[in-house]
């Protein structure tokens, strides 16, 4: 279970890149940073992410 602290964040992780399917995934993290590190060791530094996460996602711009 994530510490309270944390925040869930989705990604899209394209492997091949980007002109192949996505793969979505999920990573509790504290920070955008630690996320994108997160996902970095899990899939590789070389892959394009498309990461946010909820309410990041609903702010106005």
């Given at each position: 279970m994530p510490e309270?602290?944390?925040?869930?964040?989705?990604?899209?992780?394209?492997?091949?890149?980007?002109?192949?399917?996505?793969?979505?995934?999920t990573a509790w993290a504290s920070d955008l940073d630690e996320a994108a590190r997160l996902l970095a060791e899990e899939y590789g530094k070389g892959n394009v992410y498309n990461l946010h996460n909820k309410e990041d996602a609903e702010k106005i711009r």
């Open positions: 309270s602290s944390q925040k869930l964040y989705h990604a899209i992780v394209w492997r091949e890149g980007p002109d192949q399917t996505g793969e979505r995934v």
